[in-house]
């Protein structure tokens, strides 16, 4: 089983396994810590690109179990052709949702209230006050419901919002209230104020947030996207924000890392944080507990916990 924490410093990790570590190192280069053939488990190493996530996939023959430490699995989808048969793909539902909701929240009334301009004030030694808009009576619409949303939600509760919307890619009612269908969104979007991206990137949710979508938004509306960068169309997002008429605050962006020079950089309205919804003091104790757990149902033969998908018969 591969590791992308050292062994030593997860306890209560089952016995029997050999465990060996590798996070792919600084340069995402380093060393096999061993023959990828011989892993059945693989922890795919957190906050690494894309290629040195998925490096040794090809190699791992007679994989298993692919674990992230990720809401998200799109890395890893986008290479499942290297993947053999029969290999279950499991995310880390329950590791991030208390910091990307506490992220959310924070770009949320940030923007609202202005917070970036104090910041540059401060900086000039400038006393300037105004009013600004705040979070209480606004109507909030949560575009992707599953835990995140959920978590996001629990925490606009104590900012007496007028109402909260809720989205997902199917139908369903909860203790809170009824969660819509993607094909609702028209007719939700012109009520909200404030609109949370937290939806996983797939087929039905990539350029979700496209022109068409971002007219439908009321005016002075604020877009915040804790989600990945490729559900908005960047270069419409820009359209909007350069004519004043909506903000956003993003903590993912398309592409990602955002370069120099790029225009989203200077663009009125906007804040932007460097995708750090998940990486918190949070994070480890928590994927810790994750991997104790799900390692453990694997070796004693019990069902894993946040199973995505399990791949195909036919290896491409």
């Not at 995140?148 to 369903?172: T, W």
Request: a negative charge.
């Amino acid at each position: 089983m591969w590791l992308p924490i050292p062994p030593d410093e997860i306890a209560g990790l089952p016995a029997g396994p050999n465990y060996l570590f590798w996070d792919g190192g600084e340069t995402g280069e380093q060393e096999f810590p061993g023959d990828p053939a011989d892993c059945v488990v693989y922890v795919v190493p957190y906050m690494k690109r894309q290629p040195v996530k998925v490096r040794p996939l090809k190699e791992m023959r007679n994989l298993q179990l692919v674990q992230t430490l990720t809401a998200g699995v799109d890395d890893v989808m986008a290479q499942l052709s290297d993947l053999a048969p029969g290999v279950r793909l499991c995310n880390a539902r329950g590791v991030h949702e208390a910091s990307t909701a506490e992220l959310a929240l924070t770009l949320t009334l940030a923007s609202l209230r202005g917070i970036p301009g104090f910041v540059r004030a401060q900086q000039q030694e400038h006393w300037q006050g105004d009013f600004h808009p705040a979070l209480a009576d606004k109507n909030v619409l949560i575009v992707g419901y599953g835990s995140i949303g959920a978590a996001i939600e629990d925490r606009l509760v104590p900012f007496e919002v007028a109402r909260v919307a809720r989205v997902a890619r199917s139908a369903r009612t909860t203790a809170r209230g009824p969660v819509h269908p993607l094909t609702d969104l028209p007719d939700l979007l012109p009520d909200a104020d404030v609109v949370i991206l937290s939806t996983p990137l797939d087929d039905s949710t990539r350029g979700l947030v496209n022109a068409g979508f971002l007219a439908r938004m009321k005016d002075g509306a604020l877009l915040v996207n804790v989600a990945r960068g490729g559900v908005v169309d960047t270069e419409a997002l820009l359209a909007e924000l350069e004519t004043g008429r909506l903000t956003a605050a993003l903590d993912v962006v398309d592409p990602e890392p955002l370069p120099k020079g790029h225009p989203l950089w200077q663009a009125p309205g906007v804040l932007i944080s460097p995708h750090v919804g998940g990486p918190t003091s949070a994070f480890l104790p928590r994927a810790k507990r994750l991997l104790v757990d799900q390692l453990g149902r694997f070796v004693n033969q019990e069902p894993l916990r946040n199973v995505i998908l399990t791949t195909g018969p036919t290896r491409a």
